[in-house]
């Protein structure tokens, strides 16, 4: 009880400290969106640092789509592949990646996090919230604490074979689909197993999506890296 008022005390403090610098956009949301407010929450919180995963989690891959026109919007919304999240995010991340290896798989990345202006621009695209967060609220990936993955085998290098592509949006990315497969099925399993034994939330809409639960300590941002 103590601990738990001591916590809430502490979170009030920040949430305002970081509420007062960050200016409300035009949604009524505090988007940070310059470096000078970066660094000082970083300054007041070190886990709001945004880590680069290729440098933080030896091995680790990436098919960054939004990168390229390989996506569901048909366009190349980011200009760089650098792929980041927040630093207790990548900590859980770099422990599951120790675990696949164990097993002879790795982390395949397609995206970490996303500036909110291209969350904004996907919604502007494809205006369905079904398949593009709504800018009104923003996205896990706006608060560098959520990611779209999947795995690879370590000895081939090749993805594991999963329910669908990423960004399929039909009800075979869903959790309470039933892969006919068994490696299918196995596949998914073991990555949803293991994100959630080190802290990660699953979707039960996308199999390749999963975020920090706590994904409100983190305000949305809007600058690239
Ligand atoms: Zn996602």
Redo the contacts with the bound molecule.
């Keep these: 009880m103590r601990i738990f008022g001591i916590i809430t005390g502490l979170c009030a403090l920040f949430c305002q400290a970081t509420a007062q610098n960050i200016p409300l956009n035009k949604y009524g949301l505090a988007v940070l969106s310059s470096k000078q407010q970066y660094d000082q929450l970083i300054k007041a919180d070190s886990n709001q640092r945004l880590v680069n995963l290729e440098h933080y989690i030896p091995g680790i891959r990436k098919d960054v789509r939004y990168a390229t026109t390989n996506n569901f919007t048909k366009q190349r919304l980011y200009t760089k592949t650098d792929i980041y999240l927040r630093l207790p995010a990548a900590k859980a991340l770099k422990a599951v990646q120790e675990a696949l290896r164990k097993k002879g798989y790795g982390l395949l990345i397609y995206?970490a996090y996303r500036p909110y202006h291209v969350t904004e621009a996907m919604f502007k695209i494809v205006p369905n919230d079904l398949y593009a967060a709504d800018p009104r609220k923003g996205s896990g990936?706006n608060r560098g604490v959520?990611v779209?993955l999947s795995m690879v085998h370590l000895k081939t290098n090749q993805p594991v074979a999963m329910p669908t592509d990423f960004d399929d949006f039909t009800f075979k990315a869903h959790q309470n689909y039933n892969p006919a497969d068994p490696v299918v099925a196995a596949n998914r399993k073991l990555l949803r197993d293991t994100m959630t034994q080190f802290g990660f939330k699953g979707s039960s809409t996308?199999w390749?999506?999963y975020y920090l639960p706590d994904y409100k300590r983190y305000p949305l941002m809007d600058i690239f890296f």
């Design positions: 995206d990936h959520a779209d996308e390749w999506h």
